[in-house]
């Protein structure tokens, strides 16, 4: 992608405070939804996805459904049960997620897996899957259920997609970002696009909050990226280089392994390859990654997704719903800086 995007920054710093306060009433209610259905007879579920969902995260996913209906002035109820049903596939991908990298730490907690083993937390992500699915067929839009069934399928395919490429250096930047939208923008998208379907709007509406989410969704992880080399874990709420420990070849990884000399491709193929998984190793790592301008040219695409995402919203009116979802890119590509 070209380097001459405009950045996208304001002078203050932006914020989901907008977003929060523009769907906070809406949220009481999809709160109360996640709560109520996140309950079972057997004590375990409850106890385990309590721990997740309680766990700081800014909930931006079912944020983004309840923003963009506001933005297309439905008045309507239906899009609190489905912003619901869109964190707990986001739940339960966070816990699946957590036992295929064995991590220790999500949002500063212990993660599900550490603290009940394994199968509970398989198992309990089944179970809030299979709790998405009821509450898609309540609604009763085979249109919804098209639109979410296949974002749950996709995002499935992106995290083995991303398994197969785990410690291979060679992984190309197409299928990166292949990855990455199918296991994080694909979510974002529908979040987005379902707001259409409720409120009854076109096929265009539909296709551009579509677009707004999966830009957004693509820019947030390629910020993700760039964090997990130039953050801690008290800011990032996981622990710091994760990613470089696990063997993910993220698009710093690839850019930097592309422009390297030959003895630091050697190492970086070696670091990848689980060989120097140390503390100095992943300094070492960071540093290539900053001698060889991978994560400024990263964060650079991130500016551009998120100038992608803001452009898809051109046809929106004014006001404070459009102005609240432009933030919430703002705040999503500034957590690189």
Known sequence: MTATVTPIRRAATP????????????????????????QSDVPLIPELAGHLIAGGGKRMRPMLTLACAKLLDYHGTRHHKLAATVEFIHTATLLHDDVVDQSGLRRGRRTANMIWGNAASVLVGDFLFSRSFELMVEDGSLRVLKILSNASAVIAEGEVNQLTAQRRIETSEERYLDIITAKTAVLFAAACRIAAVVAERDAAIEEALDQYGRYL?????????????????????????????????????????????????????????????DDEDLARATAIL????????????????????????AAFPNGQAKSALIEAVEFAVSRAF
């Not at 060889?292 to 695409?301: F, I, M, V």
């Open 15 to 38: 914020s989901l405070d907008p977003i929060m306060q523009l769907v906070a009433a809406d949220m009481n209610q999809v709160n109360g939804v996640i709560l109520a259905r996140m």
């Open 217 to 277: 969704g693509v820019a947030f992880q390629l910020v993700d990226d760039v964090i997990d080399y130039e953050s801690d874990g008290a800011t990032m709420g996981k622990d710091a280089g994760d990613d470089f420990r696990d063997g993910k070849v993220t698009l710093p990884v690839i850019l930097a392994y592309a422009r390297a000399g030959e003895e630091d491709r050697t190492f970086l193929r070696e670091a990848i390859e689980g060989l120097r998984n």
């Open 290 to 313: 900053h001698a060889t301008g991978a994560l400024s040219d990263t964060a650079e695409r991130a500016r551009h997704y998120g100038r992608r995402a803001i452009d898809a919203l």
